[in-house]
């Protein structure tokens, strides 16, 4: 989604532009571990649900 932006050496996410669909976090590619699974707040826990690819949508 190009949320993921590089500046100065560290890896910023732009939240505006994140629709928290969890790749990143999924694909274990940052190589000192930076990522951090946290719970979101409404509205944006309903944004990670349907945007996450893993969680079956009834």
């Known amino acids: ?5 590089m500046g100065d050496d560290v890896a910023a996410i732009n939240q505006d532009e994140c629709v928290e669909c969890g ?3 999924r694909s274990w590619s940052c190589s000192v571990d930076a990522f951090i699974d ?3 707040p409404w509205p944006r826990q309903i944004r990670a649900e349907f945007s996450n ?3 079956p949508h009834h």
Do not use: D, F, Q, Y
């Open 1 to 5: 989604m190009g949320a993921i932006s």
């Open 23 to 25: 790749i990143c976090l």
């Open 38 to 40: 946290e719970k979101h």
């Open 53 to 55: 690819p893993t969680v």
